[in-house]
């Protein structure tokens, strides 16, 4: 189990950290369309359309990192003042009841939708668009395998936690 963790959250550190490279150049392109937009009165959509392109997959495929770091929203209220075993059913039960079946039910869903648009070769239907809209769309579902998987390393570490091992039974 400790080697499935590892690599499972080996793949979210290493996902998170490469794309966090597109924020830097995400701020570029929007001071790039904002000046060309102001300064010299012109924009072009294919400015616009990278900045939510970009927006998007920094978005996506950071999801599994923002977990495995604890970043993700919650409701702290009652989550803190528990015990460590308290919190780790909280995770565990949270990953196996809604994370799990919550992204099944994204990769079951987008599916069809990437496959059509790979089929199609789809891109952007606005004149000066971006081409490809159909890798962007692939990261969907790319997303939620990775977050179902940085989520059953979440789940594998909480039943660690729960499940006392055998030095620890009296």
């Avoid at 080697?3 to 701020?27: M, Q």
């Avoid at 300064?39 to 997959?57: D, G, I, M, Y």
């Avoid at 990261?139 to 499940?163: D, E, F, N, R, T």
Wanted: proline share 4%; glycine share 6%.
């Amino acid at each position: 189990m400790q080697l499935f963790i590892r690599i499972a959250e080996g793949i979210s550190e290493a996902t998170g950290r490469a794309v966090s490279a597109l924020s830097v150049l995400l701020v570029a392109v929007v001071c790039f369309d904002v000046f060309t937009r102001y300064a010299l009165n012109r924009s072009t959509v294919a400015a616009q359309e990278l900045q939510w392109h970009l927006f998007s997959v920094l978005f996506l495929l950071a999801t599994a990192y923002t977990l495995k770091h604890d970043k993700h929203v919650r409701v702290d209220i009652f989550y803190n003042g528990l015990s460590e075993k308290g919190r780790a059913w909280i995770d565990l039960l949270g990953v196996l009841l809604f994370l799990t079946p919550f992204c099944v039910f994204i990769l079951i869903g987008s599916w069809n939708y990437v496959a059509n648009s790979f089929a199609i070769q789809e891109t952007s239907p606005d004149p000066g668009g971006l081409p490809y809209r159909y890798l962007l769309k692939a990261c969907i579902p790319l997303a939620y395998a990775l977050l179902l998987l940085q989520g059953w390393a979440m789940a594998a570490k909480s039943a660690a936690k729960i499940i006392p091992s055998r030095g620890e039974r009296a």
